[in-house]
């Protein structure tokens, strides 16, 4: 008897051995580089929804890349979340992504933020912030207003390399040309208050503080501050000002966080139906607003105070796809002009 159930034990242990971590049935494994409180709400109403149970692998952005690209046919992995659109053209001319094609997102989710790999799920806007008693708004209307010689010695940024950055000026590329986003770059290199650090608070912070004038950032950022309440932030947000830019050309420079189906994705179905539960209405409300982003979903409607005090605007419609094409000019065209 005693012999019986050891061997059934080991029996069992070795089953568990043999089966690969990625082919466990009713498992979703995915790799994300978003963080953020309210995705926990988000995956368990998956799990409660459809019975697969959620495995998260959170890491920085590139280093998920690496991760998927070394595990190779291996990879547990089945979808991949992250930011940017320039990251998201990465893992797709890496080879990670597995071809998308769904009825529901192509009805949920508008042309212009999917390609036929992945799909965005949330968009951030790219918004000029300035110092209230440095700057007029009239002078900061438009990204190309950043270049006027008129803000010399105002203009702070984090660096040109930085993927926020060179989508902006993919997207000037794709709109205006080169010789237009080369004349961008080496005006707001011209118009530098300090040679480029830090993050994107870390400018609001410096405009705030006046020693600089005027930056850009993503509007999630300005949202955070908003929504603070520690007694510094709100002085921070109490000397700035926010554009919404190119609002009669071409609109706001949006870029998104998105995720597609791992091409070694053990458990395919479920990532399918992953991706299509986060264009559903409720899921689209957490996804977005847990960073205080928009949903991608037109019709879905989110109440975020910081949101509704930013207001409305137009944004670019300019598709994903274009800003991925556009970053390796982007990154040569700040390169050369000094915008590290
Ligand atoms: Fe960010």
Redesign the pocket.
Known sequence: MKFASTAALALTTLAATLTPAGAEENVLNIYSARHYQTDEALYADFTKQTGIRIKRIEAKEDELLERIRNEGANSPADVLLT?DASRLAKARNMGLFAPLKSAVLEKRIPTHLRTDEWAAFSLRARVIVYNKTRIQPADVQNYADLADPKLKGQFCSRSGSHP?NLSLLASVIAHEGEAKAEAMARGMVANFARTPKGG?TDQIRAVAAGECGVTIS?S??VARLMRSDKPADQETVAQIGIIWPNQKTTGTHVNVSGGGILKHAPNKAAAQKFLEYLASDSAQRYFADGNNEWPVVTSVKIDNPALNRLGKFKADTLPVNSLAMYQAKAQMIFDRNGFR
Do not use: A, K, S
Request: charged share 15%; aromatic share 50%; hydrophobic share 15%.
């Open positions: 930011v926020y994107d993503n999630y950022y």
